[in-house]
């Protein structure tokens, strides 16, 4: 029998960790290469801060896209972000834990239907839902803001589930004993030791609901303008370089880059202040 | 001993097929401090958890018999667990003040019964930790982490939190068994003062607390109470062989 060496498969785990962030690395590299030089000569403001998103008569502001983003965003963590949380604690604290240790993996399937699947039903029943009941073209921020909410409730809940199963029994013990209901010793005690867990899921999602793209292009409408109201047509920023990226040449294909770096930068923000939040829970867990 | 505060008949009690108090009864004097022995897993923790009903939080627990508070079984319908639990209040084994501000955990027990005066909130909180013996060792911190305190102190912030709620009978689970040979000294001498206003139930370990702080003690051995009586005449001329051999060492 051959043997391995410690050695060799020492070796060969540390290859392959280092091809992940080889990957990493490169993909940045490639984005900043493309993009950066066109951030740096149409400047900062004129790129964030002009409406005018023209292609042809070449200017590239990506306002409107960054106001559509963020709406959509806002939009998705209304409605995914309470209704997360509150599903987090209904199954640590409401049910028993063998309901739950199936209702919690039934929804981390939803993390795995394709986002396609979410734009089709969305194309399908919600946007001719919301056109028929709100009136204005139904593929519209709120279409993409609901689509979105729904999207990212695996991922708040299951993060938040983590949260508040970590909190330790003796609070709720030191709660129940001096008379506190369940529903005070939630809103009292649990979540406060929760808290920055459960600020982490939510900053996930609101990372997912920012870089999904695929099934907001399918609800958003995609026009090119400042909303002014839910039921008007968006397009955001991701939905802007997947729809642009196949014909784009020269400062356009540039200028895509160069919005990609935004949406890089973006969600390392978003990312890093979630890792941050995670650790600082890992630390208050004490006594 | 004509006077009992809380009366316990006939109690059994079960974790799924586990038999774990068997026939269990007791008479509890107010204003006393009663010490219950025993080897590990004899079941008086369990009969502590009973007083209150904190083994309501188990699944799979049965019990009979009835647990009587000034007269009222605890197990009674007309009985609301929240009250009960302001009542008879609990000490635990490891100090758990909540991961809050000290000021915030002396006062929770007030907010949770709906008081949120800030000028009550805060004499009550003086008036408790001075009970408690914490006030010189916090007053200049009352918005820190609680957690930040020292094991003993964090132990007696959870004997304020719950002198805060007012409850008559305070139990105590191995409440030192944390802490150090001073720090246990500092709660016991506590416990002495606190008993002319409460009646305390505690668990114990060690039998050199039990004597030194009881007034009466109740030594059981798997579930059953073999002996109950004055913790002076227990420790001297202890009335049953088992106890008589738990107390001089021979069992675990």
Redesign the interface.
């Known amino acids: 029998m051959i043997r391995i060496g410690e050695k060799t498969v020492r070796r060969l785990l540390m290859a392959a960790a280092f091809s992940a962030i080889g990957g990493l690395l490169l993909i940045a590299l490639f984005i900043f290469k493309e993009g950066l030089s066109f951030f740096i000569e149409t400047g900062f403001r004129r790129f964030l801060f002009s409406d005018v998103w023209d292609p042809q008569s070449g200017r590239f502001g990506i306002f409107p896209m960054l106001v559509a983003s963020l709406w959509v965003t806002l939009g998705a963590m209304t409605l995914g972000a309470p209704l997360g949380v509150s599903v987090a604690i209904f199954l640590v604290e409401f049910v028993?834990r063998s309901v739950m240790r199936v209702v919690k993996p039934t929804i981390e399937l939803l993390a795995g239907i394709p986002s396609v699947v979410y734009g089709f039903i969305g194309v399908m029943v919600l946007a001719p839902f919301i056109r028929s009941s709100f009136g204005g073209p139904g593929l519209s921020l709120l279409a993409a803001s609901f689509i979105l909410g729904v999207m990212i409730l695996p991922t708040i809940i299951s993060i938040s589930v983590d949260a508040i199963t970590a909190v330790?029994a003796?609070?709720?013990?030191?709660?129940?004993?001096?008379?506190?209901?369940r529903w005070?010793t939630v809103r009292?005690?649990v979540l406060?030791?929760a808290r920055s867990g459960i600020i982490a899921s939510v900053i996930l999602g609101m990372g997912r609901a920012v870089g999904e793209t695929m099934a907001v292009i399918m609800v958003a409408g995609n026009a090119v303008k400042i909303p002014h109201s839910p039921l008007d047509s968006v397009r955001t920023l991701t939905a802007n370089i997947a729809l642009e990226m196949g014909y784009a040449t020269g400062r356009h294909r540039e200028a895509l880059f160069a919005t990609g770096i935004v949406l890089f930068v973006v969600i390392m923000i978003l990312n890093t202040a979630a890792g941050v939040m995670v650790r600082k829970r890992v630390s208050?867990k004490?006594? | 001993m004509t006077e009992v505060k809380i009366d316990i008949r006939g109690l059994n009690l079960w974790y799924g097929s586990f038999h774990a108090l068997k026939n269990v009864s007791l008479a509890v004097p107010p204003a006393r401090i009663t010490a219950l022995i025993g080897p590990s897993g004899c079941g008086k923790s369990t009969l502590l958890r009973s007083l209150n009903r904190m083994n309501d939080l188990i699944p799979g627990v049965r019990i009979t018999g009835t647990v009587l508070l000034d007269g009222q079984d605890v197990f009674g319908g007309g009985i609301r667990v929240d009250r009960l639990r302001k009542r008879v209040g609990m000490v635990f084994q490891r100090p758990n003040p909540f991961p809050l501000s000290i000021l915030d955990n002396v006062v929770y027990g007030l907010r949770v019964a709906g008081v949120h005066n800030r000028g009550v909130l805060r004499d009550t909180a003086e008036k408790c930790l001075r009970a408690a013996w914490l006030w010189d060792n916090v007053k200049d911190k009352l918005n820190h982490d609680a957690l930040e305190l020292p094991l003993d102190q964090q132990q007696r912030l959870c004997v304020a939190r719950l002198l805060a709620v007012e409850p008559e009978v305070i139990l105590m689970d191995e409440p030192c068994s944390a802490l150090d040979p001073i720090a246990t000294a500092k709660i016991e001498e506590l416990m002495a003062v606190l008993k002319s206003d409460y009646t305390i139930v505690i668990v114990t370990h060690n039998m050199q607390q039990a004597a030194r702080v009881s007034d009466f003690s109740g030594c059981m051995l798997l579930g059953e109470m073999i002996e109950f009586d004055d913790t002076q005449t227990m420790f001297t001329h202890p009335g049953d062989k088992r106890t008589e051999d738990y107390i001089t060492g021979r069992y675990g």
């Open positions: 028993p330790p003796s609070y709720r013990e030191g709660s129940f004993a001096l008379g506190a209901t005070q009292m005690v406060k030791a208050g004490r006594g």
